[in-house]
């Protein structure tokens, strides 16, 4: 079993930043890739972007790219997700999740055996 636990979410205005952290405990974290998915209000669980094992390769949502920054220390068992220029439609519960295939970059909610309990992350225009 895995368990995961995040943290830094809040409310902000548009064009600010927040910073998620997911820290991983029970299995050696650099065995999984990671990602985060997020659900807004009223909609389905998107996935918005994932990290291999090693932190080389990672995937990023369209309306994410350029704004967002996934990166692990895996000496820290932490996955970050920075975001930066935060919009209104970024609003929504984050959640931190692991997939057992570490070098896969899955896109699909089925895809990852383990998941946080979520953060709220609120953008305010």
């Known amino acids: 079993q895995v368990q995961l636990v995040e943290s830094g979410g809040g409310s902000v205005q548009a064009g600010g930043s927040l910073r998620l952290s997911c820290v991983a405990s029970?299995?050696?974290?650099?065995?999984?890739?990671m990602g985060w998915f997020r659900q807004a209000p009223g909609k389905e669980r998107e996935i918005v972007v994932t990290?291999?094992?090693?932190?080389?390769?990672?995937y990023y949502a369209d309306s994410v790219k350029g704004r967002f920054t996934i990166s692990r220390d895996n000496a820290k068992n932490t996955v970050y997700l920075q975001m930066n220029s935060l919009k209104p439609e970024d609003t929504a519960v984050y959640y931190c999740?692991?997939?057992?295939?570490?070098?896969?970059?899955?896109?699909?909610?089925?895809?990852?055996?383990?998941w946080g309990q979520g953060t709220q992350v609120s953008v305010s225009s």
């Open positions: 999740v692991a997939d057992v295939s570490a070098d896969r970059l899955g896109t699909y909610l089925g895809q990852y055996s383990y």
């Open positions: 990290i291999n094992r090693s932190g080389v390769s990672t």
């Open positions: 029970g299995r050696t974290f650099s065995n999984y890739a």
